[in-house]
Structure formats: C-alpha cells, structure tokens
T-cell receptor
Framework: AQTVTQSQPEMSVQEAETVTLSCTYD???????LFWYKQPPSRQMILVIR??????QNATENRFSVNFQKAAKSFSLKISDSQLGDAAMYFCAFQGGSNYKLTFGKGTLLTVNP | SAVISQKPSRDICQRGTSLTIQCQVD?????MFWYRQQPGQSLTLIATANQGSEATYESGFVIDKFPISRPNLTFSTLTVSNMSPEDSSIYLC???????????FGPGTRLTVT
C-alpha cells in the first residue's frame, strides 16, 4: 500500500516571499503520478501541479514548481512570489497502479502574511 | 477539465436518517470517485463508482452504509445511510482519470448530523 507523508502541519510565508512544502511517499510501484492540490476555505479541491514519475524534469506551473527526487521518494512544492490568494490547505497526492485512486497526505496549512 | 456539480452543497440531518448526494459532470467520464473528508482531516476514498457495475469499496466502507449508483457516464449518487454524528464530514466526488491521470473534484457537500 502507498503512503504519503506531509511533515509540516502548518507553514507561513510573507507576501512576495518563497515557501517550500514537503512531501514524501512510499511505494513499490515503478510507474506513478504525483500531485499537489490546494483547498481554500471554499473547500474546492484545485489541482496545482502534477509530476509523472518517468519524467526527470521537474514540473513547473507559473509560480509553482516541484523538486522531485525519485530515489529519495520526495516531492516538494515551491511557491514563489507568494500571494494572499495562495493561503489554503495543500495536499500532496499519489496515484499508482491500475485502480487510479488517489492517496492523500494529511495536508499543510499555508498562511500568507501581508 | 470537467465541470462538476454536487447537490446539496450542505445539509443538516437527524441521527438515523439517510441523505443522498448527487454528482453531475458536464461530459462523459470513465471513472467517478467518492471521498470523505472528516473535520480537519485529509481525504479518504470511500469507493469507485463504475458505470454498469457495482461500486468498488475501500477497506472500512461498506455498501449497506454507503450505497452508490452510477446510472450513466455523467452522473452518480452516494447515500449516507442510518447517519450518526460520526458521519459529519465533507463528501466530495471526483472524476478521472484524465489524460495525465489527475482527478477533478466537485465542490463538496458539507454534512452535519445532529
């Protein structure tokens, strides 16, 4: 069974600064996908970024980028130029195997200070 | 990405009653999933709703408590039966997998059982 661990229950960052959220996972699968989802107080789950395990290049989406270390089973999210609208709960998620289900970490609550 | 709606958005129910939650997608999708998010917690998969066959339930979730229907490729329902206060949660449906294996989520249903 896969497990996803987010070791930072809460993080805070100053507006316009950079913050990194940590995620590690454990799996025996060789082919899998990793995701970061954002859940603001509205509770809507929003996909932030995805990473295919077979790709060595780290994914980037505007101000969001990941540091994917496959051997270490690490998948951190970096948010650059943080904005007030980035404040939310961030979940790391793993998908592997044929059943397509997502396994989520416990989440990191990000606060952005003006 | 697909546009997903859920009804109701929230409800307050009496102990011992049942509530059916609807999930509607604006396009045909292969798989639909139902997740539970208990207060302050992460998402846990309840079951995968398969069109034309019975739902596949995760460990700890049973059909008698959470019956699911999937009559076509754009619609699914989740019923929470014989509710107790422990069932107070946000229930989310999602669809997938998309081209890159991510899932897209509905806005969620906040259920409070008194």
């Amino acid at each position: 069974a896969q497990t996803v661990t987010q070791s930072q229950p809460e993080m805070s960052v100053q507006e316009a600064e950079t913050v990194t959220l940590s995620c590690t996972y454990d799996t025996s699968e060789s082919d899998y996908y990793l995701f970061w989802y954002k859940q603001p107080p509205s509770r809507q789950m929003i996909l932030v970024i995805r990473q295919e395990a077979y790709k060595q290049q780290n994914a980037t989406e505007n101000r969001f980028s990941v540091n994917f270390q496959k051997a270490a089973k690490s998948f951190s999210l970096k948010i650059s130029d943080s904005q007030l609208g980035d404040a939310a709960m961030y979940f790391c998620a793993f998908q592997g195997g044929s059943n397509y289900k997502l396994t989520f970490g416990k989440g990191t609550l990000l606060t952005v200070n003006p | 990405s697909a546009v997903i709606s859920q009804k109701p958005s929230r409800d307050i129910c009496q102990r011992g009653t049942s509530l059916t939650i609807q999930c509607q997608v604006d396009s045909q999708v292969t798989m639909m999933f139902w997740y539970r998010q208990q207060p302050g917690q992460s998402l846990t998969l309840i079951a995968t709703a398969n069109q034309g066959s019975e739902a596949t339930y995760e460990s700890g979730f049973v059909i008698d408590k959470f019956p699911i229907s999937r009559p076509n490729l754009t619609f699914s329902t989740l019923t929470v039966s014989n509710m107790s206060p422990e069932d107070s949660s946000i229930y989310l449906c999602s669809v997938g997998p998309s081209q890159f294996y991510e899932q897209y989520f509905g806005p969620g249903t906040r259920l409070t059982v008194t």
